[in-house]
């Protein structure tokens, strides 16, 4: 901060707000990217949902970013089996995603 050297208090204490705000909204921002919902993008958990094998990192990282689709999965009737089954509880569990209440 030596531009604050040179500055007043106020202006250097104004200065620092106005970077926390901006960088408080690039933060926001990034969270509420839209999620394209697209099961295929759950094909690395393929064995874990269909065996008692441990989901791998990649599965995991996937499960992460497509929790917002849950639902819509669960709710659809040719995903709903694998959403619905007891692998996918354990899956979502290991990797600490939480499953949907939906």
Known sequence: MWCCLKMKKGSCASLLCALVVVLVVLAEAR?????????????????????????AAGCCSKLREQQPCFCGYKNNPSLSQYVNSPNARRV???CGVSYPNC
């Open 31 to 55: 969270v509420t990217e839209a999620v394209t919902c697209n099961p295929m993008e759950l094909s690395a958990c393929q064995g874990s949902f269909t065996s008692s094998q441990p989901p």
């Open 92 to 94: 979502a569990s290991a």
